[in-house]
């Protein structure tokens, strides 16, 4: 099904790490190293990162089992989860909130993890495409699922995805999903369809998002193309129809998720958008609305994964097992009012009663069983097809 | 005569108020909805008034931190590369020597540097030296960006000096020092001032160098970007209003001073 | 007139450049020389390191499929120029010959705004010319103002946002250019010219040059390469180089053409100071 091998991967060996590491800064790097300042100037500052010994898998890294750091995304875990966890466990729980662009956070660890070397934390949150992409180039590591029991708990329609389809890799995080999101001062009426968006009255004010699967997938399941199965050959039509959409004017610009501000004002009346960004503007301005378009729209997760080398494994799958309890996870559902991965959250919530009960019944939580069937997931790409969906994507974004 | 000058200079300053209005009508916003108390995560409507956010300005610890980081590490680039590009400026406008041309053209390359890809260099040259990542790296590359800016704008001051009035100085018995600080200094204080405030600007509003070598440290525009995506909070807009309004109050206070000094 | 120092002054102007100078040969050279070897290598494939290799090919794909989004970056670099010239020296005008004892606290005023987030200033003013604004809705009442006219999303709110955001990189050194003439000299000026205007462009004008040199080359350098306002405010119709680069050394991986791209932007950026400096006629690259 997909081509979704896993390839050998290059350069992460400490071997061929130095060759790749001298030819690519050549002598400069020599020369330099005579600047012996570096390290012992900048340890005293305190140290960011270890390096592997050659070689080195999870096992041969002196495990720290007293300390966890999670990079993940901005907004997606609620104090009170921070505190207990470390309460509980006595592991001290360093979170941040330095995920927040997928390709960024790439560029930022290629340098080390394809020279072999760890990058700082013990987790870190990708998007499911890019654990996908991880895994085809080994740079995270098989979670230790003896370790982390309460991971039977995961949502039936997410185990063994198709980006990590022995799911031995990845635990989802939160889940969401894209689909219209419109200002109804606006459009002076409800929509329901993509078609919607091409509607005339709505030239110059729609925009799309950045995120190509959400983009694309969106306009590719209007067409009736199949997105559990994609290849840069089925989506041509639905490159051709953005193109042609942005050709005309008719979408004003690519966003991430800085949409809001303009869905806010009215100075786009509909774009592509995420359904929890809707819940949270929707308290603020009552005319944003979110509408799952009637050809279906697409689901995202957002996974934890654990990097090659890294040092808090055991800490890792204790935070994992924990924030999979139900009574957890509603918790963290409360605060981050996305979907939950976790079976019984809904249940949770309404125990806990109060605004976290209304979220049980919050169809943009926990989408009726209708709905679900009209999400889908985007199915994993062959590195070819990803690379050519990604350029002629960009060329549509005029780069 | 006169009144023609009068009504130059009237229309002059009626179109420097206009520039100002100009310049400040998103601070006006800024402000306005600092006293907005949202109903979600998004301080983008209207919704009430409230003196809450300004009594409680700190309550978002993550912004704060990140508001001290970036303050501090904006006074040190700014010093840093005041210090530095004035020393070049002055070397490049007093002095004919041969490579002055090579170093004019060696300063304005760093501007022509797309950010994107001086951030991502950088962080490729500190992983190669084994530099760890945080406040050190940003304050490297926050005074490398601002010393260009500092270097050509204190230029811009100098040139067209006689600097006969160095030479006239040494002449009348003053060392190198007392003719730098009481001649050369003074004149082109307003030019290094000006250099000061226009790194200041750059060191606090930068993203994308920033975020490439930042390792687990947080600055003030980090942490605005990146929490945009799922809230914007009314202290982000207290918090600019703060540094808006203490930057307001140190320059009365030193043109207070110097009004008081000259007198 | 520069002075040539003193006897032993040969190495002064070597002793003052040296912080800045070495700071610059390690965080800007090396990094630099970096790229070029990146530029000259091909990746063997799109997650791996580049592997350095005299590839000149890169530079070819730099220079035939971005052509358009060059000329726009110049173009819209250049307006921004032309327009914070023409709204920044009335300002720095002012302030230099009337601030009289505020002089300090006006410029100061100048800047202060950009001690703000970029986002931050970016979403109010869509929130102020935003479609459904007041101002919005009174320009569209103007004769030749269509009613669906916006301010944003075409080449000039790009422009315009360039503008906003880099006119203190023009009024701050024209500024100190203009502080330190004696006003006095006007009036001698209007005393022997006809009106004062002629006495402004003939004695004060010249004076300022070096300020309004040193201030359009810091907005259109970093005009040139800046994405963020077309990324806010226009559309993929007004894209520019650094969007190409950003995109190119993010999302595609594609860091050898990166590499390229940005080393041709910088050629030609250097390229064109050097042209511009040489019509300004003044000594050196920047007086």
């Given amino acids: 099904m997909s081509n979704h091998a896993r390839r050998p991967a290059p350069n992460t060996r400490a071997g061929v790490s130095n060759v790749t590491r001298r030819r690519f800064i050549g002598r400069s790097g020599v020369a330099l190293g005579g600047l012996a300042l570096g390290p012992s100037f900048l340890a005293a500052c305190g140290s960011d990162e270890e390096t592997l010994d050659s070689g080195s898998g999870s096992g041969d890294v002196t495990q720290d089992t007293k300390s966890l750091y999670f990079a993940s995304w901005p907004a997606y875990i609620d104090e009170e989860t921070v505190a207990l966890f470390e309460k509980d466990t006595g592991i001290k729980f360093n979170y941040t909130e330095e995920y927040n662009d997928n390709n960024e956070y790439f560029a930022k660890i290629q340098p080390l993890l394809s020279k072999g070397r760890a990058i700082d934390p013990d987790i870190i949150a990708p998007t499911f495409w890019m654990a996908g992409r991880l895994i085809g180039l080994d740079w995270v590591q098989k979670l230790p699922l003896d370790k982390i029991p309460n991971a039977s708990n995961l949502n039936d329609n997410l185990v063994d995805p198709t980006w990590d389809p022995t799911g031995e890799y990845t635990l989802p995080w939160q889940s969401g999903f894209a689909g219209i999101a419109y200002n109804l001062e606006t459009t002076g009426r409800e929509l329901t369809s993509m078609d919607d968006l091409w509607a005339p009255e709505f030239k110059g004010k729609i925009g799309v998002l950045s995120e190509m699967r959400d983009t694309l997938g969106l306009i590719a399941k209007s067409l009736d193309i199949d997105i559990s199965k994609p290849t840069a050959k089925s989506l041509q039509p639905a490159l051709d129809l953005l193109a042609e959409k942005v050709d005309s004017g008719q979408i004003r610009s690519f966003t991430g998720n800085d949409y809001m501000d303009d869905l806010s004002s009215g100075s786009f ?21 979110f509408a799952i378009p009637e050809s279906g729209g697409t689901l995202w997760s957002d996974t934890m994964v654990i990097p090659t080398g890294a040092d808090g494994v055991d800490a890792a799958a204790e935070f994992m097992n924990y924030v999979y309890d139900p009574v957890n996870a509603a918790r963290i559902a409360a605060f981050v009012q996305y979907v939950s991965p976790v079976k019984g959250v809904q249940d ?9 009960a209304a ?4 169809v943009l939580l926990f989408p009726s069983e209708e709905s679900s069937k009209n999400l889908s997931s985007f199915g994993q790409l062959s590195d070819e097809d990803e690379a050519a969906l990604d350029a002629a994507f960009s060329k549509i974004q005029g780069n | 005569m006169s009144a023609q000058k009068n009504r130059g200079k009237r229309s002059l300053q009626v179109i420097s108020a206009l ?17 907005n108390d949202p109903r979600g995560r998004y301080n983008l409507n209207w919704s009430s008034f409230t003196l809450q956010n300004w009594l409680h300005p700190f309550a978002d610890k993550e912004l704060t931190d990140a508001f001290v980081t970036s303050l501090q590490i904006a006074f040190l680039a700014v010093t840093l590369a005041t210090v530095m590009g004035a020393l070049m400026a002055l070397a490049l406008s007093k002095f004919r020597f041969r490579g002055s041309s090579a170093v004019d053209i060696f300063l304005v390359l760093p501007l022509t540097t797309p950010e994107i890809v001086l951030g991502a260099s950088l962080l490729t040259m500190f992983i190669d030296f084994d530099w760890a990542r945080g406040f050190v790296t940003i304050v490297i590359a926050h005074t490398l960006f601002c010393l260009s800016f500092v270097a050509l704008t204190v230029k811009a001051r100098i040139s067209g000096f006689d600097w006969r009035l160095e030479e006239a100085a040494a002449d ?4 190198p020092w007392r003719t730098f600080s009481r001649v050369t200094f003074p004149l082109i204080l307003p030019g290094v001032f000006a250099a000061a405030l226009l790194s200041f600007a750059l060191s606090i509003d930068d993203y994308i160098i920033t975020s490439f070598n930042k390792g687990q440290t947080n600055t003030m525009p980090i942490h605005i970007w990146d929490s945009y995506k799922v809230e914007f909070r009314p202290e982000v807009n207290v918090l600019a209003s703060m540094i808006l309004v203490v930057s307001v109050v140190l320059l009365v206070g030193s043109s207070v001073m110097s009004a008081r000094r000259s007198r | ?9 040969r190495f002064v102007p070597w002793a003052l450049l040296s912080p800045g100078g070495l700071f610059l040969a390690l965080f800007f050279l090396v990094p630099v020389w970096a790229l070029a070897r990146i530029a000259l290598s091909t990746k063997p494939s799109r997650f791996e390191d580049p592997a350095f290799a005299w590839d000149f090919s890169n530079f070819g794909t730099a220079l035939s499929d971005y052509g358009g989004q060059f000329g726009r970056s110049f173009l819209y670099a250049g307006l921004a120029t032309l327009f914070a010239f023409i709204i920044g020296y009335p300002l720095a005008y002012s302030i230099a010959a009337y601030g009289g004892k505020w002089k300090d606290l006006l410029i100061g005023l100048v800047v202060i705004p950009f001690f703000t987030s970029f986002l931050i200033r970016t979403i109010a003013w869509t929130s102020i010319l935003g479609p459904q604004s007041v101002v919005t809705d009174a320009f569209r009442g103007l004769p030749l103002v269509g009613d669906d006219f916006n301010f944003i999303g075409n080449m000039w709110s790009v422009v315009g946002g360039l503008t906003y955001n880099f006119l203190p990189f023009m009024i701050l050194p024209i500024y100190v250019a203009l502080e330190k003439i004696d006003f006095r000299l006007t009036e001698a000026a209007g005393d022997l010219y006809a009106t004062p205007v002629a006495g402004f462009w003939r004695v004060i004008f010249p004076l300022s040059l070096p300020g309004v040199f040193a201030g359009s080359l810091l907005v259109f350098i970093p005009a040139a390469g800046d994405f963020i306002n077309t990324r806010f405010l226009g559309t993929p119709k007004t894209s520019v180089i650094g969007s190409v680069v950003q995109d190119q050394f993010l999302v595609q991986l594609n860091y050898p053409v990166a590499a390229a791209l940005s080393l041709f932007l910088m050629a030609i950026i250097t390229v064109a100071v050097l042209i511009y400096s040489k019509l300004f006629g003044t000594e050196g690259l920047a007086a």
């Fill in chain 1, 359 to 362: 979220l049980a019944d919050n």
């Fill in chain 2, 19 to 35: 520039v100002f209005l100009y310049l400040f009508a998103p601070i006006l916003w800024i402000v306005v909805f600092s006293f």
């Fill in chain 3, 1 to 9: 007139m520069a002075g040539e120092g003193r006897k032993n002054g």
């Fill in chain 2, 172 to 175: 009348l018995g003053a060392g």
């Fill in chain 1, 348 to 356: 949770e919530l309404r125990k806990m009663g109060g605004d976290s």
């Fill in chain 1, 269 to 289: 009346a509909a774009c592509i958008g995420w359904s929890g960004d809707i819940a949270q503007l929707s308290l603020d301005n009552p005319n944003a609305k």
